[in-house]
């Protein structure tokens, strides 16, 4: 939940908290851009300011061409952003189809050799869809040993599963969707040329292929 739910003229001022990848995007549009006036300071996570509230046209411009060549990979690590864009009920229905299997899967502990190595997220749109293209997540992925894992529980672990078969992916995957109007109103919003002039705390995270490069981009700005 992003701190930016307290941002409705109740409060003179606040400190605003973004949370990871796309709900980070939604709060720096909010904060510094449209509504600087009630904030004191900041803090995103991962996805840094000046980045993808600009749309998915300006996240491409930070891709590393030596790891993602542009004639293999014209997305770079975004082509799963394409890919909700291009098929949104064929994305989020992956998810939905296995919960517990993906939730298992998708929580395997990184790995730092990984860093500066394509990313799964950039065969998405060419694959067709999550995990090589398959229709769904392999039933397998339920048994992945605890520890592999980032959950410190069997209880935590099911109580995501819980939570997400309650309300499914379709609306958190909607974060994924419209780069176009988002980046529109960015640009109509932004005020102070789309400078902060308050502190800003922002924490990377450097196992996380998706947005590696994006926040070395754009780290100054």
Known sequence: MTGDAVLSGHSPQCMSFHPHKDRSKQGWMLTPHSYPQHCIATAGLCVPYSGLEYGLEEAVKTVDRNIYPEDQYPYGQWAYQRFYE????????????DIPAFLRAS?????????GKPSALAHVLKDGGWMGGAEKPDPKYRHIPLEYTVYDSEETYNEFVAAMEKTGFWTADAWYSNHGRNRAYTLENRKNDGNIEFPVLFVSHSNLLA???????????
């Open 86 to 97: 291009t098929d949104f009920e064929k994305a989020s229905a992956f998810f939905d189809a």
């Open 107 to 115: 929580r395997v502990k990184g790995d730092p050799e990984s860093v």
């Open 211 to 221: 947005i590696q490069n994006i926040a070395a981009e754009t780290r100054g700005h």
